[in-house]
């Protein structure tokens, strides 16, 4: 199968004429050819959305929200198909994508349809004097580049809020899971979004994801990925000033405290530690325990961790699928050796897993469990991306707070506590947009997301993505 753009409502192939290997990472086969675009796509895409931009801008609220809704009912309608597309690019298990990732894409465009309804304008008169009133007006042309973990769900959380303001959009998937983005352009198609709103240019990072975010005529960036490409973002377009949000990577910690409920911690470490093989920016790979139920909590959470499936992603009994692709898995088992080296003693996994049949070529890692390092270590301070989770003992409150915040990154933190004034406390100490209290991954639309320090820019989610994706303008009438 050959994957096509998608520019001005038509699908087009690459100007160059050239393609990539798009791997099946459970098999390790090709499996599909993607464009390998350049600046010259970018420049027709930018074009095309320009172009669309005053009719969609123009086009009333009501009716931008009904093909919104139109493409969400549709994402449904297909989930069986764009579920087992995302399994086959990315290598992640199909009950996965059909109980998180697709549903998911379907409810951010129902959030952002419905919510743009609702989404209003403040007024406030000065002293009698004047009326002053609050403008949110779209920008132009939106770049929204999205990395391979979610592939779908990431791509749709910037797409919808986007396109329900009035801006008009040039998507950069991933190149690694190009999949469900090229069947997102169809149902969009379907769904009567007018052409040139929506374009996807498909294609690597610095040969297209550059010349996009660094074009004149797109003032607006919402990317996801690595935090080592999200600096290059930031340095390549600040000299423009262009509005940026980053949603970059995480280190995140657990902590278990003593009096935490120890079924509940534990099933939710397991699930916090190794779903999607570890690939979420959110997965709490740091885990602190309180050094008097150090012991216990680790037994269980091996015991529960061995239990873990690692198969063919097709199969509904598979807990963990591929890894998403060869260099990846390498990557991840390097880390596994820098932990070793560094001292870390394997508590369980740490290697490669070969399976047999359709699967022998494709990249699987076992859940890996360290333990004896320092907070300060690479293992425990670099984002590994992988089923790799440390444990590490704390004896105060004090010190658990300390060792979560030693850290670069500030995305994401979980607590497990029944004390309700400590769980209070101690998210309030924590550095990062997200803190989770007896749970892990619950989320509400409605609230904002992003990082905190190297995980990101911007906190972005529910209203506020409305407001990141305009131009906000005060209006003031005196009238005495
Ligand atoms: P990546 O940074 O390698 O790639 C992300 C996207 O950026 C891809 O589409 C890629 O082609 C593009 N890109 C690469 N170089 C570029 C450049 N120079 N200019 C413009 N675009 C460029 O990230 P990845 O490996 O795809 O994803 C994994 C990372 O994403 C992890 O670090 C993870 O933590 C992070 N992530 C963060 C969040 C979040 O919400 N904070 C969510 C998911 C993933």
């Known amino acids: 199968m050959t994957i096509q753009n998608y520019i001005g409502g038509v699908f087009t192939a690459p100007n160059s004429g050239k393609y990539l290997d798009n791997i099946n990472p459970a098999t390790g086969q090709v499996y599909s050819q993607i464009p390998d675009s350049d600046q010259t796509d970018v420049e027709q895409a930018v074009l095309a959305a320009k172009k669309a931009f005053k009719s969609w801008r123009e086009t009333p609220v009501q009716k931008r929200s009904e093909i919104l809704l139109k493409i969400a009912t549709l ?10 597309c995302e399994t086959i690019d990315n290598g992640k298990p199909l009950w996965l994508c059909k109980s998180v990732d697709i549903p998911r894409a379907a409810a951010n465009f129902e959030f952002y349809a419905t919510g743009i309804r609702h989404w209003a304008s403040k007024a406030h008169l000065s002293d009698d004097k004047a009326l002053n009133y609050t403008l949110h007006q779209p920008m132009g042309v939106a770049a929204c580049i999205s990395p391979w973990n979610l592939p779908l769900y990431l791509l749709t959380w910037k797409i919808a809020p986007a396109l329900a303001v009035g801006n008009t959009v040039v998507a950069k998937p991933s190149e690694i899971t190009p999949m469900t983005a090229y069947k997102l352009c169809e149902i969009a198609h379907k769904a009567g979004l007018p052409d040139g709103v929506l374009n996807v240019v498909h294609g690597l990072g610095p040969k297209v994801g550059e010349p996009l975010i660094t074009h004149k005529d797109v003032p607006i960036i919402s990317f996801t990925g690595g935090t080592s490409t999200g600096s290059r973002i930031a340095t390549l377009v600040a000299p423009a000033f262009k509005k940026v949000s980053l949603e970059l990577g995480g280190k995140n910690p657990n902590i278990i405290f003593a009096d935490a409920d120890l079924k509940r911690a534990v099933d939710t470490a397991v699930k916090a530690s190794f779903s999607n093989q570890g690939q979420i920016c959110l997965c709490g790979s740091r885990i602190l325990i ?62 490669r897993v070969h399976l047999k049949g359709n699967n022998k070529d494709g990249f699987f890692i076992a859940p890996t469990i360290i333990e004896g390092l320092s907070n300060t270590c690479k293992t425990n301070q670099n984002e590994i991306f992988g089923p790799v989770v440390t444990l590490q003992p704390f004896d105060t409150e004090q010190e658990a707070v300390e060792l979560a915040n030693q850290s670069t990154y500030g995305l994401s933190a979980s607590i497990f506590t029944e004390n309700a004034s400590r769980a209070h406390r101690v998210s309030a100490q924590i550095h990062a947009g997200i803190v989770w209290v007896n749970t892990w991954l619950y989320r509400d639309l409605r609230t904002p997301f992003g990082g905190y320090k190297q995980s990101g820019l911007g906190r972005e989610g529910g209203f506020k993505a409305f407001a990141f994706f305009t131009e906000t303008k005060n209006v003031c009438i005196k009238y005495s």
């Open 75 to 84: 994402i449904k309608e297909n989930a069986e198909d764009l579920a087992l």
């Open 290 to 351: 309180e050094s008097s139920i150090y012991e216990t909590f680790k037994t269980a959470f091996i015991e529960n961790s061995k239990a873990l499936k690692v198969g063919d992603p097709l199969d509904e009994n598979s807990n963990l699928g591929a890894m998403v692709s060869e260099a990846h898995m390498n990557k991840v088992l390097s880390c596994i050796e820098t932990a070793k080296q560094e001292g870390g003693k394997i508590l369980l996994g740490g290697e």
